[in-house]
């Protein structure tokens, strides 16, 4: 199972290194494929005035001793095209970001790189939508033909986190991770899914739900999960309404390969 997991955004080195350091056991488990997650920069926040990160240069430097401290895969989003290649020289899966999963010049250069390429399903797009924005990674990586297989052997991952219903809310609906699974091997992002967008000046949401929706998800069948976890949700610096305490995390993990146990998965 492919699990990527960390804070929303790098608060300070050494929250940081306190959350990596207690995410190793997952790291150290046969049956999961861990990649530490965290971003430089939230470029996306609702407010001008919100907590964005470090920035490109010293975030990956954090992030490159998280990987010489502990070992870890990393994974990071990007929302220019110039943090690509920086980016990919540190980090093993580059992430594009829901809003910006229809931006060509961001993906082929993602495409051009040699990081897997997690590709977030836009709020606003259907599953079958998504096809396009794989085949601009393949066709970068010289494949002409999505399906599954190809992009699971070039690298290119698509991640599911809900869409708009309404005002202020998300809705998942789990076909969408059998529709996506013919392109690409599919990631569910439980903690995206929970959220309540613009909420006032910041995006609220509701952590309590993430684990059941992880839960329904692992019994649909996918190929991996998305968390954002803290040491104290309540004092993180982006999106801590959605986010997992970490030994909760741990829990919902658990329950996770259970439900896979059961199916046979």
Wanted: with cysteine; aromatic share 8%; net charge negative.
């Amino acid at each position: 199972m492919i699990l990527l997991t960390g804070p929303c955004v790098i608060e300070n080195r050494d929250n940081i290194m306190k959350i990596a350091e207690q995410l190793s056991k997952l790291n150290e488990d046969s049956r999961i494929d861990f990649y530490f997650k965290a971003s430089f920069d939230k470029a996306n926040r609702t407010s001008i005035d919100s907590f964005r990160g470090p920035g490109l240069d010293e975030g990956l430097k954090i992030l490159q001793e998280v990987k010489d401290t502990f070992g870890y895969k990393l994974v990071t989003d990007v929302h220019e095209s110039y943090q690509v290649a920086p980016t990919a020289q540190v980090c093993d899966v580059v992430q594009i970001p829901a809003f910006l999963c229809r931006q060509t010049d961001l993906l082929v250069a993602a495409g051009k790189t040699e990081a897997i390429v997690n590709i977030k399903k836009g709020q606003f797009l259907a599953a079958n939508s998504m096809k396009h924005p794989v085949a601009k990674v393949l066709t970068t990586r010289g494949v002409d033909e999505v399906n599954y297989q190809n992009s699971k052997e070039n690298g290119v991952w698509l991640c599911e986190r809900g869409n708009v219903f309404g005002y202020g809310a998300l809705v998942v609906d789990m076909k969408n991770l059998i529709a996506m699974r013919e392109f690409a091997p599919v990631i569910f992002d439980a903690t995206h899914s929970a959220q309540v967008p613009s909420t006032g000046e910041t995006t609220g949401g509701n952590s309590a739900i993430v684990p059941s929706l992880a839960k329904a998800a692992a019994a649909v069948g996918v190929d991996g999960f998305f968390f954002e976890t803290h040491f104290d949700p309540s004092c993180a610096l982006s999106d801590g309404p959605n986010m997992l305490q970490i030994d909760d995390l741990y829990k919902t993990v658990d329950d996770i390969f259970k439900i896979q146990e059961v199916l046979g998965y």
